[in-house]
């Protein structure tokens, strides 16, 4: 490291909220120019904290990915909600996500409450304006937010197209403070590997499978080793269901979507870890685990967090 490097650098921490399926985890993969959080149409998709790094140059931006605010209806439910506060406290900065569009969710003004008592500096995005017909609809949000609470900035974004990204980073990084980076400068997130792989194959669940079935599903990489020779990396995963019957619609027909949802998240982790992969899956059953402390423990939600 530079001497230059050390008495220049700077970095922030960021927590980005909102209410679930607002586009929060879109929106960090978007910045950061790689997919690190997970993302699909169903609500609730992210159930932790998930950090993703962004280095440019001597500014580093360290965005928390939260689970998007909700009533809880299982200690699972709990721990997310946990979170978002958990990761609220401590921060640079918080990236409020909304859409451009409807009324505000009972979640989303407790979140600028908490900002009030906190006075902690916001940034509002305000994500899917690809959607709008008329783009002019966008002012009238704005005037309508900014009466609710004193925003740094307002950035109207599209995740998906890609709209105000280089903008919405500008703004972050005017709350970086001179100091060390935190992580390395080609660093992507703090996850571990073995967590990486078990999200990506919980997303083509949550891609695949409808309704309840996504939600009372958890995933455990058993074991992730490379191979001396030939640069293939072997993972094994549980699955878990909460009931017998959707255990058999995890597996398909034949096997048909066991083999679907393997073969889509080896893709992914084939791309994101930068070699082969031999993944197998299996599926089991745990009986209502969201509500047991012990099996959420070892399943990396830590109620005493």
């Not at 995740?159 to 660093?187: R, T, W, Y």
């Not at 878990?240 to 027909?253: A, F, L, Q």
Request: glycine share 8%; proline share 4%; hydrophobic share 40%.
């Amino acid at each position: 490291m530079t001497q230059h490097h050390e008495t220049s650098s700077r970095s922030a921490f960021i927590a980005i909220v909102g209410k679930p399926n607002v586009g929060k985890s879109s929106l960090m993969n978007a910045m950061l120019g790689q997919k690190v959080a997970i993302v699909s149409p169903k609500p609730q998709t992210t159930r932790t904290r998930i950090m993703g790094v962004l280095t440019k140059g001597e500014t580093q931006l360290v965005f928390i990915d939260t689970p998007g605010m909700h009533k809880p209806r299982t200690r699972l439910g709990d721990y997310m909600v946990r979170s978002v506060s958990e990761a609220v406290s401590g921060v640079d900065a918080c990236m409020l996500v909304v859409e451009p569009e409807g009324e505000l969710t009972e979640s989303e003004h407790s979140l600028i409450q908490s900002f009030q008592k906190s006075g902690l500096p916001v940034v509002l995005a305000i994500n899917k304006i690809d959607l709008l017909e008329d783009r002019s609809a966008i002012l009238a949000r704005i005037a309508q937010l900014n009466g609710l609470y004193p925003f740094a900035s307002v950035v109207p974004v599209s995740a998906v197209k890609g709209d105000g990204i280089s903008i919405l980073i500008d703004e972050l990084s005017a709350f970086a403070q001179e100091g060390p980076h935190f992580f390395d400068d080609d660093a992507l997130t703090d996850m571990p590997e073995k967590a990486l792989a078990g999200e990506i194959i919980r997303e083509k669940l949550l891609r695949l499978l409808n309704h309840e079935i996504p939600h009372g599903i958890a995933v455990s990489v058993e074991r992730m080793r490379e191979r001396e020779e030939g640069g293939i990396t072997d993972i094994d995963a549980v699955i878990y269901c909460e009931r017998e019957s959707h255990k058999g619609i995890v597996i398909g027909k034949k096997g048909a979507m066991l083999k679907k949802v393997a073969t889509l998240a080896r893709k992914d982790m084939e791309n994101f870890f930068g070699c082969k992969v031999n993944l197998q899956c299996w599926v089991k059953v745990k009986e209502d685990w969201r509500n047991r402390e012990g099996l959420l423990r070892s399943f990396g939600y830590d109620s005493d967090q």
